[in-house]
């Protein structure tokens, strides 16, 4: 965050990976999402994003390329913001994202740090993705199924979801503190929160949504490798009441997944009424506590 003017700030953030889909527009679709949800996480409205790309145009044709810049630039549309230039460069595998640009009121600015114990905490998507993309990669390039590779529709379609309207939300209801879920899953990104405001936290891990058929691809054997660091990253600062399943799940390494927002137990109603009101999903998860870098997961 930059101050520029008076209570005006600038935020800015990037991001980019490569293809978790097989379709190119989605693909640069669901990496846009991602790449502006540090954007809203911080309470701030994005207003010009710089696009970050990497293309083997020697394997592949430039109109895929150009299908992914498509779907960037139809999500930063959708978001309400230009996509002004970028960069390309000739690589191996194709990866792409973007570099944004937003602007935040000082005093409304939200950060990752500011949480207290007693605070609640609310997601705003499910988890389980990395999982259920592990599964369906696995499909599509091992031929382990049969019949056709699972369905992802559930997971991409949330993974196309802006975190705008939360983001909006949260501020509007004074939120203590708030990340977006991505690559440290939920625990990982959580862990941050604690270390930067000296808190722990507890999670009701019932009460964490799940995509559909998570469970079962974990039970199977899926779980991608990032996911794997995390858990060996992170254990040592973990108290378990729940299955070893649960631990792993808070672990998943997600893509464009929702914001964890912590809030005052005075103004978590009014968070509500706004979610409810304006049709947006959110769960209740836990608590920060006073437990200065654990997390505790409990049933």
């Known amino acids: ?22 379709d190119p527009f989605l693909f640069g679709a669901i990496a846009a999402v991602n790449s502006v949800s540090d954007i809203y996480a911080m309470g701030a409205k ?10 083997p145009s020697d394997k ?54 500011t949480a207290s114990a007693g605070d609640l905490l609310y997601l705003t998507k499910p988890i389980g993705n990395g999982i259920l993309v592990s599964r369906y ?17 559930e997971a991409i379609d949330w993974m196309l979801r802006l975190n705008r309207d939360a983001g909006e939300a949260m501020v509007a209801a004074g939120a203590s503190a708030a990340t977006d879920i991505t690559g440290y899953g939920l625990l990982g990104h959580l ?13 009701l891990v019932s009460q964490v949504p799940v995509l559909t058929g998570a469970r079962e691809a974990l039970a199977e054997g899926f779980f991608p490798a990032g996911s794997t660091r995390n858990m060996e990253g992170f254990g040592s ?3 378990l009441s729940v299955p070893e399943s649960e631990f792993k799940l808070v672990c998943d390494a997600q893509t464009s997944g929702g914001l964890l927002i912590a809030i005052a137990p005075d103004r ?20 920060m506590t006073d437990e200065s870098g654990i997390v505790a997961l409990v049933p």
Not at 70 to 75: R, V
Not at 83 to 96: L, R
Not at 137 to 153: E, Q, W
């Open 60 to 113: 592949l044709p430039l109109e895929m390329l150009q299908q992914i810049f498509n779907g960037g630039a139809s999500k930063a549309a959708e978001a309400g913001f230009p996509i002004g230039g970028g960069h390309t460069i000739i690589d191996d595998v194709p990866k792409y994202g973007l570099a944004v640009t937003g602007i935040v009121s000082v005093d409304k600015l939200v950060r990752n740090s």
């Open 268 to 287: 978590a109603q009014k968070l509500e009424s706004i979610f409810d009101q304006s049709g947006l999903f959110y769960a209740k998860v836990g608590s």
């Open 137 to 153: 990669r696995a499909a599509t390039t091992r031929k382990l199924f049969r019949r056709k590779p699972p369905n992802i529709d």
């Open 1 to 22: 965050m930059l101050r520029i003017s008076g209570d005006l700030a600038i935020a800015q953030t990037l991001d980019f990976f490569t293809p978790i889909v097989d």
């Open 237 to 239: 600062r973990v108290r």
């Open 191 to 203: 862990l941050e929160m604690c270390a930067g405001a000296g808190a722990g936290a507890e999670i």
């Open 46 to 55: 994005p207003v010009l994003g710089l696009a970050i790309a990497a293309f």
